[in-house]
């Protein structure tokens, strides 16, 4: 009975693994997320990591929403947050070697996280005061994350979107997860290749309490200013609807490597 059992566990995974994402009915993405959430942890990163990057696509995010099921947090509560001060305290945290091609706003120092519910990161429009390359490829995303304030599973994802719209929205482009270690940890993701148009794009983390959240900053590096971002779903996740810019006070220790740079820096070996 026993073997039975986890035969029919096997073949409902199964199952749940190779519907395509971009076929899936509302019904049937309430139904695998439910699936999801059932699981135990180990067994729901397997599931994730066995999909494809197609399939993953909103899966994740929306099982993380289930998963702290709560009213959306709003703008007020980053507003509130930043003000109260709350957060990690003061970390520094190091990172990879800078690639040739990538743009870092932050100083390397955490100073504060949220665990919101939303996604946030930063908006890359500009490197040292010129523009970003209008239609170009990210190749590779770097973020420093932190166990967030509810902390039960080691998951850290990203989504890349772009452009920014007049309406203050952008359309998803790619998304990925990975596993992140310790209290405090440098992701990586590489081999991306994701080309976006226009002049500007988002690198947003997830900003779950149950996983790991972006770390963020005050600081920055090369006079650039802040470029920190909150990315409001309004329910189209991983699209955005809207964004916060923290006032303009913050940098998400994201960065973005690939060809977006302009050829003046290219050439001058500017990083």
Not at 193 to 204: A, I, K, Q
């Amino acid at each position: 009975m026993n073997n039975l059992f986890k035969a029919l566990a096997v073949s409902a995974c199964a199952a749940l693994i190779i519907i395509p994402m971009t076929s899936m009915a509302a019904a049937d993405l309430e139904a695998q997320v439910a699936q999801l959430r059932a699981m135990e942890p180990a067994e729901r990163r397997a599931a994730l990591k066995a999909m494809s990057p197609e399939q993953r696509k909103g899966l994740w995010f929306a099982v993380k929403k289930a998963d702290w099921s709560q009213p959306p947090a709003g703008e007020g509560f980053y507003r509130d947050a930043i003000q109260s001060g709350s957060g990690a305290g003061t970390r520094s945290a190091g990172g990879s070697t800078r690639a040739l091609g990538t743009i870092t706003y932050d100083d390397g120092v955490s100073t504060t996280t949220f665990g919101g519910g939303a996604i946030i990161g930063n908006r890359f429009d500009t490197h040292t005061g010129v523009p970003v390359l209008a239609s170009g490829t990210v190749s590779a995303v770097q973020g420093v994350v932190i166990q967030g304030p509810g902390f039960t599973t080691s998951s850290a994802g990203f989504v890349l979107l772009g452009p920014q719209t007049g309406g203050g929205g952008a359309m998803a482009l790619f998304s990925s997860f990975t596993t992140a270690t310790g209290v405090t940890d440098t992701v990586d993701f590489n081999g991306l290749n994701v080309n976006y148009t226009g002049n500007s794009f988002f690198v947003l983390f997830g900003d779950f309490a149950s996983s790991y959240v972006p770390a963020f900053g005050t600081g920055t590096v090369n006079s650039q200013g802040h470029h920190g971002m909150v990315g409001y779903t309004g329910g189209m996740g991983p699209n955005i609807t809207s964004t916060f810019d923290f006032g303009g006070t913050l940098n998400g220790l994201v960065r973005a490597s690939g060809n977006i740079l302009p050829v003046e820096l290219i050439e001058y070996d500017v990083e």
